[in-house]
């Protein structure tokens, strides 16, 4: 059997590495969560959100068209404080827009690159970026239904899997921890 290099497997079965032990044995290890590539293995935890901050802003946009619409033909007829109250309305909601947009793009992304498990948390556009050696990290599910999984090494500690459904957290961690022994 002719053995195929790790970029050959990996974009043929995304997901999925193979690991050659020192007999030459190729062994299948299934990711279920991560991308794997040549040089690293990558976990892409994004918010699950409906809509994203693009269509949000035209769907926005064709709000205001028609309230301002409305509005302005009331104006026109003699009822004037039909307008304030579309301008306040448009106000309300394109603050409750904007949180949620702010939001919607929150991922968080795990990587182990060489000798480092190195852990980006972007959360409202504020970017938290910690680094753990790689045969040091210790990575745990915390107990209770909803808890999170937490990534510790010396005195660092960070907290991931806010995006995944919990009943999936614990095979997460797993994943994980099998990639680091890998």
Not at 2 to 15: A, D, H, I, M, P
Not at 43 to 56: A, D, E, F, G, V
Not at 62 to 88: D, E, K
Request: hydrophobic share 40%.
């Amino acid at each position: 059997m002719q053995k195929q290099s790790l970029t050959e497997l990996s974009s043929e079965n995304r997901g999925v590495i193979y690991h050659s032990y020192c007999h030459g044995a190729m062994t299948r290890l299934p990711y279920r969560f991560a991308s794997v590539t040549d040089t690293s293995i990558h976990w892409r935890l994004p918010r699950n959100c409906s809509i994203t901050p693009k269509q949000l802003c035209l769907l926005y946009a064709s709000l205001c068209c028609v309230s301002l619409g409305i509005g302005f033909a009331f104006y026109v007829q003699g009822v004037a404080l039909i307008l304030p109250f579309a301008l306040a309305e448009l106000a309300a909601v394109g603050i409750a827009f904007f949180v949620y947009a702010r939001h919607a793009t929150d991922t968080e992304h795990i990587q182990i690159l060489g000798q480092h498990l190195v852990v980006e948390i972007e959360e409202g556009g504020v970017l938290q970026r910690v680094q753990f050696p790689r045969y040091r990290v210790r990575v745990e599910p915390r107990a209770g239904r909803k808890a999170l999984i937490e990534v510790s090494a010396h005195r660092q500690s960070v907290d991931i899997g806010r995006h995944v459904r919990p009943e999936l957290r614990a095979e997460l961690a797993q994943e994980i921890r099998r990639a680091l022994r890998a």
